[in-house]
């Protein structure tokens, strides 16, 4: 399913107040999936403390939230807009895909949780749609 220019418009207007807030967005969606998920712990295991708040998880917050909203920008041509991320995932990081939608469910929690005015059924629609093209796009390179 495509987003409609509508379905875009509610999407980057909730992203536009995500932006003011992108770190506590992200570290609530990474630790989350971090600590409800415990699986997708072993992708970082290289990490010396994958506790909440700390050092690396509050780095890589600012990284993937960086890439989600460098990705609103592209949203007419996602797969070309996310071509190199794609290439890292699946080659050299080998993240199994099924944690692209892992993450964009407690992308979509907290979302939920931190603007509940603005996360209408409309909205919520507009989000889960762009982030399940985002997932299929960070997929591209998997076939
Ligand atoms: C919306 C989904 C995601 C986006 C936009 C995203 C974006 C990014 C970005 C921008 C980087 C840094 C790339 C670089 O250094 O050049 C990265 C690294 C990484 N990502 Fe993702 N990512 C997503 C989902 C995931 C998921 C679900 C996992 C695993 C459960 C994952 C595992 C990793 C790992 C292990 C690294 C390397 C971290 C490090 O060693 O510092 N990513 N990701």
Redesign the pocket.
């Known amino acids: 399913m495509s987003l409609s220019a509508k379905g875009q418009g509610n999407c980057q207007g909730l992203f536009g107040k995500v932006a003011g807030r992108t770190e506590d967005v992200a570290n609530e969606a990474l630790s989350r ?1 971090l600590l409800v998920y415990t699986q ?1 712990k072993r ?2 295991s ?2 010396k403390d994958l506790s909440l708040g700390s050092a ?1 998880v509050r ?2 917050r600012g ?2 939230m ?3 909203l460098d ?1 609103i920008g592209k949203i007419d041509d996602l797969n070309a807009g996310l071509l190199t ?1 794609s290439e ?2 699946a080659f050299m ?1 080998r ?1 199994d895909p099924v ?2 939608k ?3 469910h407690n ?1 979509l929690v907290t979302l939920a949780m931190m603007f509940p005015d603005d996360f209408t059924p409309e909205v919520h629609v507009a989000t889960d749609t762009f ?1 399940a093209q ?2 299929l796009a ?1 997929s591209e390179k998997y076939g």
């Open positions: 999936t997708t992708y970082f290289h990490w690396p780095k890589h990284t993937v960086g890439g989600v990705v991320l890292l995932h990081l993240v944690y692209f892992i993450f964009n992308m982030l985002l997932a960070l």
